[in-house]
């Protein structure tokens, strides 16, 4: 570990309630280098730095990487209740907030803490561990080539709206046992509820009767699949909190792991080191990935812990009620850690924190790891050619405090024809 002025923040100490002018935490994302931003804040603040959410919403960026450990480990002190945050009681949240959607509570095994966390969450840890890997690499590659066979003609396509936002759902929902048709209506139907357009009411029906039929179908005829591992765990009381299951697996699955492939897409199109991976270059898709969890993984920062009481952290007057937003990006690269500024290039180092940490840190991250490896793969296997269609300086993130997603990664390559053939 080494010291230096980031231990000698200049910012004044106050509680959040006293404090004006702050940063934006979108200013974290919105600008083609986050690292600067963090290192104004640290340079100013020290590892934990007061933000401005919304308009009048503060919080803490805990950007260290030791605090990421303290808020997400001491569950007496950090709670993962959206109900624990002052925002939602003094007015200061407005009714139309775009951070509802992650700062609510939502009766699910994320939003919740201690007996019932562990209560709700070891049905998916279980379904997880349970997974073969070969035949989800299998089923993955296949579902892979059969979304590309789609576009495979064209020669052109949006590597994220053609195939990075499609094949997570359809990953997991083949986990579930749902066939190509439902696992397609599932896809469609997130899609449209997280557009927050006018069919989305309409559109969680579906998603819930699709679910719902799967549930039925499976309690009628146990299979080897997910959603019957979910029907026979004892931890689960009734359907509400099966359903609640599936679509909290559905959901944390989607964005993160279709972050995770446009970015590793990116990188791998992009950079000059990673030109010879299809002519036996050293550095393939897991090194790609292991730099992207590193250095941009979906979780720019990731919502969040409320305090459950006054303390203390890095020096900063945290009071009960305070929003604490994790810094994952900042936190990899937490000057005090490593010496090294590049710590992917450590072969194996897979310590960054871009999985969460504590209790609830991603339950998921074999089967993801494996779902981006084989989407990535599949793609540079199946399409010839295949470069980035616009210069890279102009591909840009889709607007987010929480994450830096490239919109769209538009691409040319030799038109083929794939319908018909075999995944790899
Ligand atoms: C590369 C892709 C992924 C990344 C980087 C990722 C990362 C994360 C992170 C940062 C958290 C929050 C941890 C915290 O608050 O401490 C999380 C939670 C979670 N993830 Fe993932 N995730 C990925 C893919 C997946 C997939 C594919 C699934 C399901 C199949 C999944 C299921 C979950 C669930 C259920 C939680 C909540 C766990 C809990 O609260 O106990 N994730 N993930």
């Known amino acids: 570990m080494t010291t230096s002025s980031l231990d000698r923040p200049t910012g004044a100490r106050k509680p959040l309630a006293e ?12 600008c083609p280098d986050p690292q600067h931003v963090f290192r104004r804040l640290r340079a100013e603040h020290g590892p934990v730095a007061p933000v401005e959410l919304e308009p ?3 919080a803490w960026l805990v950007m260290g990487y030791q605090e990421i450990l ?4 001491q569950e007496q002190v950090y709670s993962c209740d ?4 002052s925002a939602h009681h003094d007015g200061s949240l407005p009714a139309d907030s775009l951070l509802r959607p992650m700062m609510s509570p939502y009766d699910n095994a994320f939003f919740v803490n201690g007996e019932r966390h562990r209560r709700l969450r070891a049905p998916i840890a279980g379904g997880m561990a349970e997974i073969d890997q070969r035949a989800m690499r299998r089923a993955v590659a296949a579902l892979c080539t059969d979304v590309i066979g789609a576009f495979a003609g064209r020669g052109e396509a949006d590597l994220v709206a053609d195939y990075a936002a499609i094949v997570p ?4 929902a083949d986990r579930f046992g749902l066939n190509t048709v439902e696992s397609h209506e599932l896809q469609a139907g997130l899609a449209a509820m997280f557009a927050w357009g006018a069919d989305a009411l309409a559109a969680r029906e579906k998603v ?3 679910l719902a039929d799967v549930v039925a179908a499976r309690r009628a005829t146990p299979s080897r699949d997910l959603t019957t591992y979910l ?3 004892p931890n689960l009381r009734g359907d509400a909190e099966i359903y609640d299951t599936m679509v909290l697996t559905l959901v944390a699955a989607n964005e993160n792991t279709m972050s995770c492939i446009a970015q590793t897409l990116r990188l791998m199109l992009t950079d000059e080191r990673f030109a010879g991976r299809l002519r036996g270059g050293r550095l393939g898709v897991d090194d790609a990935l292991d730099e992207v969890l590193w250095r941009d993984p979906p979780m720019t920062n990731a919502p969040a812990r ?9 020096g900063q007057p945290v009071r009960r009620g305070d929003a604490m937003i994790l810094g994952l990006t900042a936190a990899n690269a937490d000057p005090r850690i490593h010496a090294s500024g590049e710590p992917w290039r450590e072969v194996g180092n897979r310590a960054h924190l871009s999985w969460g940490a504590g209790p609830h840190a991603c339950p998921a991250q074999i089967p993801a790891r494996l779902i981006v490896r084989t989407a990535v793969e599949t793609a540079l296997h199946l399409l010839p050619g295949v470069r980035l269609a616009i210069p890279v300086e102009e591909l840009v993130a889709v607007p987010s405090p929480w994450g830096r997603t490239p919109q769209s990664i538009p691409v040319r390559f030799t038109p083929v024809r794939h319908r018909d053939s075999e995944p790899l």
């Open 82 to 85: 959206p109900n624990d945050w």
């Open 208 to 210: 819930m009767k699709i």
């Open 306 to 314: 409320y305090a459950l009481r006054d303390t203390e952290l890095a």
């Open 169 to 172: 759902v359809l990953a997991i």
């Open 70 to 73: 303290t808020v997400t480990r």
């Open 19 to 30: 404090l004006t002018g702050l940063v934006p935490l979108a200013a974290t994302t919105a």
């Open 56 to 58: 009048g919403v503060h």
């Open 231 to 233: 029907v026979e765990h």
